[in-house]
């Protein structure tokens, strides 16, 4: 598919050549549990270890056969298995691979594990499996990273993200810019190596025209980057307030399940509770707090408050909740002013009741902030809030599309705005008047920053980076 250019040698991974296992699924009691090997040794370590129900017998590239995994040392029977072994190069890692398919229990894993690994093998690092993939040129650097995307995604819409990247939007994306700069680097080095030659002048105004279109690209790409990240990685959001104001009654009826014990006596939520919920495909992380008061309280309440605070500091957004039945009092006033700075979307509850609090008041307190009026108790507003919560993270409706390029990784906006700068670099100097070579060299330093992105240029610490982040298995 793609060949890499990085700028280290092969040879700097001298464990590539060596066969490689892990258990590929999650632990715990399944149905089916994946050992997975990968390298030179694999079909010979599934011979050793598997017994055909009917024989003659011989592995059939991509096809799976039924047997026993046994152990070679005994020949007794672990377990009944399908196995598949898949004949480089048209594999994950392109390189052989076999997938032993047993029962998904603990103890069966691991002694499948083990019996691998006794014939050769040896422990897959994390991330190593798409790492191969990666070296042996399946797939790009952007790709590599959108595995660990997918397997990670919380809504449908960090899942078309990550799915952008894994069908290879970016690197067609990449690939088109990198092209016209590379056509224009030919036509200054040809000029700068031949001067003598009779070869045309550089059209200049043609070229400022090309470097600011793809100026403009690079800009459109990492304005879309706060947007991405937020569907990507999720935010986390408190609900604070007072006692009594219907936190844990809203968490409840947010998360459509009884997650929060709710009394009317104060104090009732002592610790953080903590639950991920899908607003318009943004993940959020939802934490409801223990209420906020001055009045004397005893110590397990204290943690409770001083936990609470935490939570509200290090929140990316705060549901600031008020009773809109009762007058605003000295622990309102304080709540109001902890959370001054923080990004807020105000909640004035008990709308079914008779207002204390009215909506011009708080309007006038908040002017820059959402405000929406909901009845916890009667689940009235709830989608207003949603609307309040979606539109105070993103600012827009926003509509994942698999056309439409979204930058949700921060080393992708970091190397697209390295290239933005050095392109606007190059376009002062051609409107100066410097010489060929400085733009020359500008324009090498571009396509290596783009290099870095899709892993043609990048380091072998930033590849360690990005690999560590995989579980062991993938």
Sequence with gaps: MKQNNTNFSKGSFPEE?????????????SGIGIVRMSGLLSG????????PKHTPFSFVSHHFHYGELIDPENGNPVDEVLVVLMKSPKTYTREDIVEIHCHGGYFILRKALELVLGQGARMALPGEFTKRAFLNGRIDLTQAEAVIDLIKAKTRESLEIAGQQLRGLLYREMASVREKLVQNLAMLEAH????????????????????????KKLEEWISTHEEGRVFREGVSCAITGKTNVGKSSLLNILLKQERAIVT???????DVIEEVLNIHGIPVRLMDTAGLRKAAMNSIEREGVRRAKERVADAD????MIDGSRKLDEDDEEIFREIDAKKKVV????????????????????PDHS???????????IEDLQQAIYFSLLHRDIRVSPEHLIVANIRHKIALSNTRQILLDALRGLEEGVSLEFIAF?????????????????????????????????
């Design 17 to 29: 050549r060596d066969t490689i296992a892990a258990i590929s699924t999650p632990f715990g009691e």
């Design 44 to 51: 010979s370590i599934a011979r050793k270890l598997f017994r």
């Design 192 to 215: 700068i190596d031949f001067p003598e030659e009779e070869i045309e002048a550089i059209p200049l105004t043609k070229m400022k025209e090309d470097l600011l279109d793809k100026v």
């Design 264 to 270: 009317p006596i104060p104090g009732t939520t002592r």
């Design 317 to 320: 957004l705060v549901l600031l």
């Design 347 to 366: 909640v004035l509850n008990k709308k079914d009741l008779s207002r204390k609090v009215s909506l011009k008041s708080m309007k006038e307190r908040f």
């Design 371 to 381: 405000i929406v009026q909901i009845s916890a108790l009667k689940g009235e507003g």
């Design 442 to 474: 500008e324009i090498r330093s571009a396509l290596d920053s783009l290099g870095e992105i899709v892993g043609e240029t990048t380091s072998e610490e930033v590849l360690n980076r990005v690999f560590d982040q995989f579980c062991i298995g993938k």
